[in-house]
């Protein structure tokens, strides 16, 4: 037995006219076949006739000929003085009327056009539900003029030839950074609704957000107090590496020199920023003008602000990282010739060796000096590292912010407060009693499929991890363990990582 099902909107079921119906029709496998229908109008796009609906009880209607209309093709016929529909024939490939079962299922065109606006709604779906939305959304889409198509090309043309000016002063920046995602997000999802909305979101969030510092006088004199705030305590913290911090006994030879070097950097960028400060006067409104592009352009901005305050102690953290990494591999390297063995470089494994007497000595000379000078270079690094952790976590957390704002889901969550979200988890089926007392010999019910709008919050409203976090830059947690290996974190925004290559 070949099951047929027929959706069919419900305004259509008692209707009293003869008209054809526009739709899909899909076979699968040998025992199931549904048609989907979306309109009794031509939308002169792709859409075929399927189907046709007629007062005649036994005389077909011209229109709906099996010679006008080869291959799957449907009759339903409304009964005189009846509210109601009935089957009177249908047409499939190769298969006889008699062990077809059909199944004519009614739905509400508003529920499921609303239904069509969900993103989880694609044609691959098994589904006939989400399939039958996936149709009606595929006849929506055809009806969007042409002109809006233009107009958003043509905004995607001027946004990438003005990032193509801007990327020279802005590169490798989080603002040019975030500049590119945007784009190809805008560019990915292109005619989507709820990314439009989301742009919108992200523009007034941002405008909101200007307001109200602008409403706080002067802006740049926070930026100045917080800059002039971190070079204090900067000050202070290399004042308690002298002598000797929480008990520890550092090379004093080694500790004056690194101790003057990093107050002479700090003396200058204290300097700098006296030098600079009546600039940031004129350079903050203009740069604050970059918040009307959005909330997440701010939040860009802010990592490079404080990237920016903060530059100082990267520049500490580079110096200590270079002298670690030397003691590390010095000292490894050193503990190999004392053992008598060294490191075949061509072959890639350590082997013995026999050194001479004065290469041991030298070794050995080499080795205790470097190991002597292991605690001091150990408190600078750990000091200057935990500072450039904290700084990479902040920058972190505003990436991941600034990345979860693009792809927030506003439309859904404005489509649930306005209590039109609807969801394929809330159907409710219920059966008709249908006059069937002039139909044909069809076995089949009349079913009507309603799909309430949920009262509770959407599960698909949950930003996807992986959409935000796509894995292109370090986690906090890679960055904490490059951080213990003494891998060198050159760069001062979250770095984009590469994957490891393989060895032959």
């Not at 101790?259 to 009546?278: N, R």
């Not at 520049?315 to 063995?341: D, H, P, S």
């Not at 350590?350 to 000379?365: G, I």
């Not at 972190?396 to 859904?412: E, F, M, S």
Request: hydrophobic content about 45%.
């Amino acid at each position: 037995m070949h099951i047929c099902k027929i959706f069919l909107p419900q305004e259509y079921y008692t209707i009293k006219e003869d008209t054809l119906l526009y739709g899909f029709h899909e076979r699968r496998a040998k025992e199931f076949s549904s048609f989907f229908v979306v309109d009794k109008l031509d939308l002169k796009n792709g859409v075929s006739v399927i189907g046709s609906i007629s007062s005649k009880l036994k005389k077909k209607s011209l229109k709906s000929s099996q010679d006008q209309h080869p291959g799957s093709f449907f009759e339903l016929c409304h009964m005189p003085k009846k509210e109601n529909l009935i089957i009177r024939s249908v047409n499939l490939e190769d298969i006889p009327e008699e062990n077809v079962q059909i199944e004519l299922i009614l739905y509400h065109s508003r529920n499921f056009r609303h239904l069509s606006k969900n993103e989880v709604v694609n044609g691959e779906s098994k589904n006939d539900i989400i399939k039958l939305a996936h149709y009606i959304k595929i006849c929506r889409q055809s009806n969007v003029k042409s002109s809006d198509s233009v107009v958003f090309n043509l905004i995607l043309k001027v946004l990438y030839l003005l990032g193509t000016l801007l990327q020279p002063i802005f590169y490798k920046t989080a603002v040019a950074s975030h500049a590119e995602e945007w784009f190809e997000n805008l560019k990915k999802h292109r005619g989507k609704r709820g990314r439009i909305w989301t742009i919108i979101f992200d523009v007034l969030a941002g405008m909101l957000i200007l307001l109200w510092l602008h409403h706080l006088g002067n802006p740049e004199e926070y930026l100045l107090e917080f800059a002039y705030t971190v070079v204090y305590y900067l000050r202070g913290l290399l004042t308690s590496l002298r002598g000797s911090p929480a008990g520890l006994k550092l090379n004093v030879q080694l500790n004056h020199f690194l101790l003057k070097c990093f107050i002479y950097h700090v003396d200058l960028w204290a300097t700098f920023l006296e030098i600079v400060s009546p600039a940031i006067h004129y350079l903050f409104f203009p740069l604050s003008i970059l918040g009307l592009c959005g909330l997440s352009f701010q939040l860009a901005l802010l990592s490079d602000l404080l990237v920016l305050i903060t530059v100082h102690a990267h520049c500490f953290y580079v110096y200590a990282a270079v002298l670690y990494r030397l003691e590390i591999v010095g000292i490894g390297a050193l503990w190999r010739v004392v053992l008598g063995r060294r490191k075949n470089v061509l072959k890639n494994r350590v082997e013995s060796f026999d050194y001479k007497n004065s290469q041991l000595y030298l070794a050995t000379l080499f080795f205790a000096s470097l190991l002597f000078l292991l605690p001091t270079v150990l408190v600078y690094y750990v000091v200057f590292a935990t500072l450039r952790f904290g700084t990479y976590c902040i920058t972190y957390i505003l990436l991941i912010i600034r990345r979860r704002i693009l792809h927030l889901p506003v439309d859904t969550i404005m489509r649930w407060l306005f209590g039109v979200y609807i969801s394929p988890d809330n159907v409710e089926v219920k059966l008709l009693n249908v006059d069937r007392s002039q139909s044909s010999e069809f076995r089949g019910s009349t079913t009507v499929i309603f799909i309430k709008p949920l009262p509770c919050w959407p599960s698909n409203t949950v930003i996807d991890d992986d959409q935000c976090d796509d894995g292109s830059v370090y986690s906090i947690g890679q960055f904490f363990i490059r951080l213990i290996k003494g891998q060198m974190m050159g760069s001062i925004q979250p770095k984009h990582s590469t994957p490891p290559t393989m060895s032959m």
